[in-house]
């Protein structure tokens, strides 16, 4: 998957900008500035991650990407959310559950002021030091913008599920397949297929499967795309072998793995996720024994990221592992990225799997992940997304 986002921070890449979006960051500044706050934004809570849709931000030293899914857990949001935390703090290091957070000490933040949009979301300034002053009419001024931008949100979710029913039944997206090479050779050895959506709404893959999942549509558009992928196969370059990515949900959901099966006498691999937590891995075990027992390669994709660890690994015991863009961006210069590596090459050798570094852009790069022993890599600097070659 890959992506030309930054881990450097404070760094807002923007999303689609209809009128929705200009409303709410309107609103958002006049949050900002009325508090007298450093950064406001929307907050929204999928499942078990957080991820924020819209940013005002004046000179702040907060640590934070637009769009970025991160976990639930230990969050600023789960805790007000459930109220173990108030809806306004001047100073965070004075309460015992926020000068505990790592998000505190990550993010640098020093004080905050939110309000709840319904379950799902919450409308939030910080600073990233302590505000004197700051006090309950905070919250109660943003209660009163929340409700506006909750109503935005709304028109948004309609149109979101208008544009998910197009791409499903207009076939509104077309894919691309980025070259895997092996590192030490510059071969081609396979290539990952990718959305893309033909849909200012949806610039990036990520914003259309979002929605697609918040409309119940989620495994139907992973089939979709993963159908119109595989129908490549026939004309696959010799050798090149196929990567689909698929969700935990969608790898157990029958129809998905029997269209797979139906294809694994060819070169086929299954790229799974680690955006979202795996539930329970019992129920991926019969199929992705059946895929194996065809010849379907299991790879974890963005290791390093999201959900990602070793018991993840041991529990769905993959051929291939995908190194996620955040270790791999600025190797070449980060010590514990190159620790890190260096422990997962060694891990992968015992463990007899392959190792893909994604997001590889400089030269640097990936000489760095070669002399480590990486075997293969994907990135720009080993090919961007495009029709496959003919064959």
């Known amino acids: 998957m890959e992506s030309t986002e930054t881990a450097s921070a404070p760094s807002f890449p923007r999303p689609r900008v209809s009128g929705e979006d200009l409303d709410i960051r309107r609103l958002l500044r006049l949050a900002r500035v009325h508090l007298g706050m450093e950064f406001a934004a929307l907050v929204e809570v999928l499942e078990d991650h957080v991820a924020l849709r819209a ?3 004046g000179q702040t030293t907060l640590s934070f990407l637009l769009d970025r899914r991160v976990p639930l857990e230990g ?5 007000i959310l459930a109220g173990t935390l108030p809806e306004h703090l001047a100073d965070t290091l004075w309460h015992p559950v926020s000068r505990d957070l790592l998000s505190t000490r990550r993010n640098g933040v020093g004080s905050y002021a939110a309000a709840p949009i319904g379950t ?10 302590s505000t004197p002053g700051l006090d309950e009419r905070a919250p109660q001024f943003l209660a009163l913008l929340a409700e506006v931008v909750g109503e935005q949100m709304r028109r948004a979710h309609i149109g979101e599920q208008g544009r998910i029913h197009e791409a499903l039944d207009g076939g509104r997206f077309r894919m ?18 990718l959305a893309r959506f033909d849909d200012p709404g949806f610039p990036t893959p990520a914003h259309a499967f979002e929605a697609a999942t918040r409309a119940g549509l989620g495994v139907q558009l992973e089939l979709l795309t993963m159908r119109s992928a595989l129908e490549q196969l026939p004309v696959m370059p010799a050798g090149g072998r196929l990567s689909v990515n698929l969700s935990a949900e969608a790898l157990m959901t029958p129809s998905v793995v029997e269209l797979l ?12 996720t680690e955006h979202t937590q795996v539930r329970d891995y019992g129920l991926l075990t019969e199929p992705l024994a059946h895929l194996r027992r065809a ?28 190194l996620d863009i955040e270790l791999v961006r600025g190797i070449d210069q980060d010590p514990m990225r190159l620790a890190l590596t260096r422990s997962l090459v060694a891990f992968a050798a015992e463990a007899k799997v392959s190792l893909v570094a994604e997001g590889i852009e400089t030269d640097s790069e990936l000489q760095t992940l070669r002399s480590l022993g990486v075997g293969f890599g994907q990135g720009f600097i080993c090919g961007r997304p495009a029709a496959l070659p003919v064959a």
């Open 261 to 272: 099966l139906h294809h694994a006498h060819y070169p086929l691999s299954v790229e799974i």
């Open 75 to 79: 969050t600023y949001a789960q805790h």
């Open 176 to 193: 691309v397949y980025q070259p895997i090479v092996d590192l030490a050779h510059g071969a081609v050895v396979g290539y990952e297929a």
């Open 295 to 322: 010849g379907v390669e299991i790879v974890v994709d963005d290791a390093g990221a999201g959900f990602a660890n070793f018991a993840h690994l041991l529990k769905l015991r993959p051929s291939v592992i995908k």
């Open 120 to 129: 799902g979301a919450l409308l939030v300034c910080a600073s990233g030091s």
């Open 55 to 57: 940013v005002d931000c």
